[in-house]
């Protein structure tokens, strides 16, 4: 198979390429790029179940720390003040999970945009792919009109003027021929005219899915984002609601990292197969869509010099005529006009109408050369299994990071929790009311007050009851 232009499988693909794969039943499934077959779509939903299995193994981990803590925590004596032992390494703990956190989102940034990159790197391709199809088939439908225009008008005008001289009147006849003989030939230039599958609606059905996914991984980000950073404030501001609000919305957002995790990795494993070796799947599905025949695709997407033209031999069938008419209509204007002056407006429709010709022609055989397309189907390639490829394993260190760092919160928050202070009597609302805070003792007399033998502190008694 030749080698798209600028485009060789990397190193991330070879090695997510050579990972094993397995069925549900275990059994080993080629790495062929085969989505269409059971065993390979188990293969990779097998892949993903690999997220769930961690997230499971997670969250009992969390449970059995949690339980541990709560029920193995050995009773503080009355009256002790001192926090509790490895509290404040939990709080750093907490912090520092959360600050891997926040970096990690700043990889999952970037690994959305590369994804986007490459996705909207394919749809670019496909778009100008489709305006060289559509240029062929608009050059090859004008150009055929022009000519059956030409021969339906001019040249049946032609043939009446000559019609008092045979053998000019055959000449006009030849010409007629071969006008015939090149819009026939041009005819089967426009090989996608009819084609059911359009580079378009394909190009719009990926920008559409990929708007969504960016989207989706967005609010992602900034979810993970916002719990990180409220977390942290919940730990500074040491205030429980918020704390206990956050360790909710850690457990959420831990079971979506995971999740994320395992479509990734489900869709880097399968891009990998698809980047490995992507021509003969091309082939194949273009083929079977299209109907088109394989030299022809092989043609477009291989490029090199063991595939010739399969269009060749109409160009060049189509560039005599063309020839052949432009003398035969040279040898008229030579010998009609000097005879028969009104041959002279016919004749010069018919060379602006073969000039136009042959300017389409030139524009045909250029596009229809194989460097346009296949230098569009390289770029697709590049987009899809260099940028994409790399912006899903940045996505799954983000999963990755994000889930190992909101496991490690959710089993310190509770460590942290025990040194937040107690709220006092007035916090709890149990104060006076209103809007003095000013203590008013009452009397204390009756209370071992005055001290006997005191003056200095019955005066100082005296001076605190007159206030």
């Known amino acids: 198979m030749g080698a798209s232009p600028g485009y060789?499988?990397?190193?991330?693909?070879?090695?997510?390429?050579?990972?094993?794969?397995?069925?549900f039943q275990l059994r080993p499934v080629p790495s062929g790029f085969a989505p269409r077959e059971q065993e390979y779509q188990q293969a990779l939903l097998l892949v993903a179940a690999l997220a769930g299995l961690g997230l499971g193994l997670s969250l009992i981990f969390i449970a059995v720390y949690l339980i541990r803590f709560c029920c193995c925590r050995s009773p503080e004596p009355p009256g002790a003040k001192s926090p509790p032992s490895g509290g404040g390494c939990a709080t750093w703990s907490c912090i520092a999970a959360l600050l891997v956190g926040c970096a990690g989102i700043g990889?999952?940034?970037?690994?959305?945009s590369e994804t986007s990159d490459g996705v909207s790197q394919?749809?670019?391709?496909?778009?100008?792919?489709?305006?060289?199809?559509?240029?062929?088939?608009?050059?090859?439908?004008?150009?055929?009109?022009?000519?059956?225009?030409?021969?339906?008008?001019?040249?049946?005008?032609?043939?009446?003027?000559?019609?008092?001289?045979?053998?000019l009147v055959a000449a006009a006849r030849g010409a007629r021929r071969q006008a015939e003989a090149v819009a026939q030939q041009l005819q089967g230039l426009a090989f996608w005219h009819g084609v059911p599958v359009s580079p378009l609606q394909v190009a719009?059905?990926?920008?559409?899915?990929?708007?969504?996914?960016?989207?989706?991984?967005?609010?992602?980000?900034?979810?993970?984002?916002?719990?990180?950073?409220?977390?942290?404030?919940?730990?500074?501001?040491?205030?429980?609601?918020?704390?206990?609000?956050?360790?909710?919305?850690?457990?959420?957002?831990?079971?979506?990292?995971?999740?994320?995790?395992?479509?990734?990795?489900?869709?880097?494993?399968?891009?990998?197969?698809?980047?490995?070796?992507?021509?003969?799947?091309?082939?194949?599905?273009?083929?079977?869509?299209?109907?088109?025949?394989?030299d022809i695709l092989s043609y477009y997407f291989l490029c090199n010099q063991e595939v010739s033209n399969p269009f060749q031999?109409?160009?060049?069938?189509?560039?005599r005529a063309l020839a052949n008419i432009h003398s035969q209509l040279q040898g008229l204007e030579r010998e009609a006009i000097p005879q028969f002056p009104a041959a002279q407006k016919p004749l010069?429709?018919?060379?602006?109408?073969?000039?136009?010709?042959?300017?389409?022609?030139?524009?045909?055989?250029?596009?229809?050369?194989?460097?346009?397309?296949?230098?569009?189907?390289?770029?697709?390639?590049?987009?899809?299994?260099?940028?994409?490829?790399?912006?899903l394993l940045f996505l799954m260190l983000f999963s990755l990071l994000a889930a190992g760092a909101l496991a490690t919160t959710l089993c310190s928050l509770p460590r942290a929790w025990v040194l937040f202070p107690p709220r006092s009597a007035w916090e709890r609302g149990q104060g006076p009311r209103g809007g003095d805070r000013r203590q008013h003792p009452g009397p204390l007399v009756g209370r071992g007050w005055p001290p006997d033998g005191s003056p200095s502190c019955f005066s100082a008694a005296l001076h605190i009851t007159c206030q």
């Not at 018919?350 to 397309?373: D, I, K, P, Y």
């Open 8 to 23: 060789r499988p990397s190193a991330w693909v070879h090695l997510l390429h050579q990972l094993p794969r397995a069925d």
């Open 122 to 167: 394919l749809s670019s391709a496909l778009l100008h792919a489709n305006h060289t199809l559509s240029t062929i088939d608009h050059l090859v439908w004008e150009t055929v009109e022009r000519l059956g225009e030409a021969v339906r008008t001019e040249m049946t005008t032609l043939e009446e003027v000559l019609a008092q001289r045979m053998e």
């Open 204 to 294: 719009e059905d990926v920008s559409f899915v990929e708007e969504y996914r960016w989207l989706a991984y967005v609010l992602l980000l900034l979810l993970v984002l916002l719990v990180c950073l409220f977390t942290l404030l919940g730990l500074a501001k040491q205030s429980k609601w918020l704390v206990v609000v956050m360790t909710a919305m850690s457990l959420l957002v831990l079971v979506l990292s995971w999740g994320s995790m395992g479509l990734e990795a489900a869709t880097a494993v399968g891009l990998s197969d698809f980047c490995s070796n992507p021509d003969t799947y091309i082939l194949n599905v273009t083929q079977e869509e299209t109907g088109l025949g394989s």
């Open 107 to 112: 990889i999952g940034f970037y690994g959305n």
């Open 348 to 391: 010069l429709s018919l060379e602006e109408t073969l000039n136009m010709t042959e300017g389409n022609f030139h524009q045909l055989v250029a596009l229809l050369h194989c460097r346009s397309l296949h230098k569009d189907y390289g770029t697709a390639l590049r987009g899809l299994c260099e940028d994409a490829l790399e912006g």
């Open 313 to 319: 031999q109409r160009l060049t069938l189509s560039q």
